[in-house]
């Protein structure tokens, strides 16, 4: 490319774990070549002064969690949809969930098809289960699945027999942040777990599977270290997309 993609990520907080995800990404930007910028927004910033400030950037991101105070729909509706490479406004969303030619992958399912086209997982067909509806995590990866010809279904913990959902399933990605909520004796032998779920608990990071579930599945992510990192590595190949439209037209 004739010139590095820049990448421009707004954070409203400064928290130790705000500050922790700004880092890896600021590294894994520079793994890819991307010139990464950090800017704190106010929470009286308004959407239309982001729209100003990406102006200049390639790709425009914003560090969730935005404070109680902010819009925070507003906040991510505002990031232009040539600019949005982690999906988050509803444009953008939109052209993923009609499955648009030149729509990006949010990158967490991204990160899921990168897991499963490794391991050559077949899933037309599958009985899938994600667990968890949220607009980062479970919504993009249902509609993908269900893209994909599987056979999906989405539950939450509080959600009638959930362990009985689990055993029928073939693949289950779990977006729910409830540390080892899933448990050896909720699953069948060799099924597909993906684990897309961090929280933490005792100080330490921890997903949604228990550890005692991985020998019983054909395939199985950790946390930390499993789609985490695929996740970063996908944000900013779409980045790069991004900046690669930029400069073409």
């Known amino acids: 490319m004739p010139r590095p993609p820049r990448v421009l990520a707004l954070a409203a907080s400064e928290t130790p774990a705000t500050k922790s995800y700004l880092a890896i990404k600021t590294k894994r930007a520079a793994d890819a070549g991307c010139i990464f910028e950090v800017e704190y927004i106010k929470s009286s910033l308004r959407p239309y002064e982001i729209i100003d400030m990406s102006k200049d950037a390639d790709a425009v991101i914003v560090q969730l969690p935005l404070p109680s105070d902010m819009d925070t729909k507003a906040s991510l509706d505002s990031i232009p949809v040539e ?116 929280s933490e608990s005792e100080g330490t990071l921890k997903g949604d599977a228990d550890p005692a579930c991985a020998p019983i599945c054909s395939l199985f992510t950790p946390v930390p270290g499993g789609v985490g990192p695929v996740s970063v590595a996908c944000l900013f190949a779409n980045a790069v997309t991004l900046a690669e439209r930029a400069i073409d037209t």
């Open 83 to 198: 600019k949005d490479a982690d999906v988050l406004s509803r444009p953008a969303r939109e052209k993923f969930e009609r499955g648009d030619a030149d729509a990006l992958l949010p990158p967490v399912v991204g990160a899921v098809r990168e897991i499963l086209s490794h391991s050559n997982i077949v899933i037309r067909g599958k009985n899938a289960v994600v667990i968890g509806k949220g607009w980062l995590v479970g919504g993009p990866i249902a509609i993908w699945l269900t893209q994909q010809g599987a056979e999906v279904t989405t539950v939450t913990k509080d959600e009638g027999n959930f362990a009985a959902v689990l055993s029928g399933a073939d693949i289950i990605v779990s977006g729910a942040g409830s540390p080892h909520l899933i448990k050896p004796e909720m699953l069948k032998q060799g099924m597909i777990l993906i684990d897309a779920g961090t």
